[in-house]
């Protein structure tokens, strides 16, 4: 069974970076894309950046562009997400996420795509 685990939340003032990691029990080039997604407290969940594992093509939230990167690192098997110039909007449980089959659109993708997702990891930006 497959489980996503991520790391590297923490706390961090206005302006700050972390990067964030997900590796998986797996084969991590098995799934056909990988997202970050975050939930802050009273509000629903929203994608932040999804990657394609076959020719790294990305997606940004228009929230997070020009300060979030996400990439993958198939010998590592991990996937990250580096996020700088962070603002206390940004605090969150930030979750990785992986889907499985594949779209022939890639800017169709959303939450629903994502099937197999990690427990998650505190952000939090102070002001």
């Known amino acids: 069974q497959v489980q996503l685990v991520e790391s590297g939340g923490g706390l961090v003032q206005t302006g700050g970076s972390l990067r964030l990691s997900c590796s998986d029990s797996g084969f991590i080039l098995d799934f056909y894309a990988m997202g970050w997604f975050r939930q802050a407290p009273g509000k629903e969940r929203e994608g932040v950046s999804y990657i394609k594992m076959t020719d790294a093509k990305t997606t940004y939230a228009d929230s997070v562009k020009g300060r979030f990167i996400i990439s993958r690192d198939n010998a590592k098997k991990k996937v990250y997400l580096q996020m700088t110039s962070l603002k206390p909007e940004d605090t969150a449980v930030y979750f990785c996420?992986?889907?499985?089959?594949?779209?022939?659109?890639?800017?169709?993708?959303?939450?629903?795509?994502?099937?197999?997702w990690g427990q998650g990891t505190q952000v939090t930006v102070s002001s």
């Open positions: 996420a992986a889907a499985r089959e594949p779209r022939a659109d890639w800017g169709t993708i959303g939450e629903t795509d994502f099937t197999t």
